[in-house]
């Protein structure tokens, strides 16, 4: 089993359409969650931390269930220019900044 | 006022050619690490270097050595490079060695071995 594992997608979703992403992690001791950004040929870029109780930023939505060692991404209202790759990030407990990244989820958001 | 620079950010050479990248950060950063980002689009943690110190090694072929000259740089040097080390290598920073904080990127470097 994948430590990190994502549906690679694409999602393909018009303008305005709400869509999740989920990831489940394999390693239960660790305790630090990510969603980061990739753009095409671009390097990848912090979307936003995911913390116990759930948090969100804007249109963006992140929920953590320990339990089942699963984290999810809800976009909002999409727009063009969230097309991109979207990275689950988990770090690897006790390996100092040691962050292991899911292959992705591409969306592709159509006008 | 780059944060995270890489240079070159496009790199051709033949196989069993020796090769370095150079990686500088003006973040103020005590932590940097080098990724490489395959075909398949994994990315994967290579070296971790806090304050000049390695502090992760993941299992990189020893043709592999990173070197820190001081802590706003990183650079990575790669002996008789193969087919396979076609990539993108990835540098990035994160103010402590702690895997909460964010990590800062840099624009990679697209390796080709022909």
């Known amino acids: 089993r994948k430590e990190v594992e994502q549906d690679p997608g694409p999602f393909n979703v018009p303008e305005g359409a709400t869509v999740a992403f989920n990831c489940t992690y394999s390693?239960?001791?660790?305790?630090?969650f990510f969603w980061y950004r990739q753009d095409c040929r671009k390097e990848p870029k912090l979307l936003m931390s995911v913390y116990s109780s759930g948090n969100e930023d804007g249109r963006f939505t992140a929920q953590l269930n320990r339990a089942s060692q699963y984290i999810s991404l809800l976009i909002r209202d999409s727009k063009l220019s969230d097309s991109a790759t979207y990275l689950c990030v988990v770090n690897r407990r006790g390996s100092q900044g040691n962050l292991i990244f899911g292959k992705g989820t591409k969306l592709s958001v159509k006008p | 006022d780059t944060a995270v620079s890489q240079t070159p950010k496009y790199l051709v050479t033949q196989m069993g050619n020796d090769k370095s990248i150079k990686c500088e950060q003006n973040?103020?950063?005590?932590?940097m690490y080098w990724y490489k980002q395959d075909s398949k689009k994994f990315l994967k943690i290579m070296f971790s270097?806090?304050?000049?110190?390695?502090?992760i090694n993941e299992t990189v072929p020893n043709r592999f050595s990173p070197k820190s000259p001081d802590k706003a740089h990183l650079n990575l040097h790669i002996n008789s490079l193969e087919l396979g080390d076609s990539a993108v290598y990835f540098c990035a920073s994160s103010p402590r060695t702690s895997g909460t904080y964010e990590q800062y990127f840099g624009p990679g470097t697209r390796l080709t071995v022909t």
């Open positions: 270097y806090n304050n000049k110190e390695l502090i």
């Open positions: 390693n239960s001791a660790s305790q630090s």
């Open positions: 973040l103020g950063h005590d932590t």
